[in-house]
Nanobody, 115 residues
Framework: VQLQASGGGLVQAGGFLRLSCAASGDIVIFKKMGWYRQVLGSQREMVATITSDGTTNYADSVNGRFTISRGNAKNTVYLQMNGLKPEDTAVYFC??????????WGQGTQVTVSS
C-alpha cells in the first residue's frame, strides 16, 4: 500500500492550506491515520491523528487552528490548516497505522509560510 500526500505550497502568514492523503495499492485498513511534520535537522513531530472511530488528537501548537478528518473512503485523510504561522513551515508527512500495527508513510509535502 502507498500513501500519496498533496496540497502543500507557499502561503502567507494567516492563510490556509488543505492537505490530502489517499492510499492506493493493496487493500488495508488503517486503524489510525495522521499527519506529522519535520523541519530539516529536527525530529519528526506529530501534528494530528484520527482513529477509525473518529477520535482526534492534536499537537498543542496547532490545536484550534488545524482540523484533521477522514474521507468517506476510509483510507483518506485530510488536514485543514487555518491561521498558518511561519513556524508551521515544514515537510508534512501522512501516516497510516494498520490493524496489525504496521506504519505506512507517504512522501512528504512541503508547506512554507511566509511572514
Amino acid at each position: 500500500v502507498q500513501l500519496q500526500a498533496s496540497g502543500g505550497g507557499l502561503v502567507q502568514a494567516g492563510g490556509f492550506l488543505r492537505l490530502s492523503c489517499a492510499a492506493s495499492g493493496d487493500i488495508v485498513i488503517f486503524k489510525k491515520m495522521g499527519w506529522y511534520r519535520q523541519v530539516l535537522g529536527s525530529q519528526r513531530e506529530m501534528v494530528a491523528t484520527i482513529t477509525s472511530d473518529g477520535t482526534t488528537n492534536y499537537a498543542d501548537s496547532v490545536n484550534g487552528r488545524f482540523t484533521i478528518s477522514r474521507g468517506n473512503a476510509k483510507n483518506t485523510v485530510y488536514l485543514q490548516m487555518n491561521g498558518l504561522k511561519p513556524e508551521d513551515t515544514a515537510v508534512y508527512f501522512c501516516n497510516g497505522l494498520t490493524t496489525y500495527n504496521f506504519n505506512r508513510w507517504g512522501q512528504g509535502t512541503q508547506v512554507t509560510v511566509s511572514s
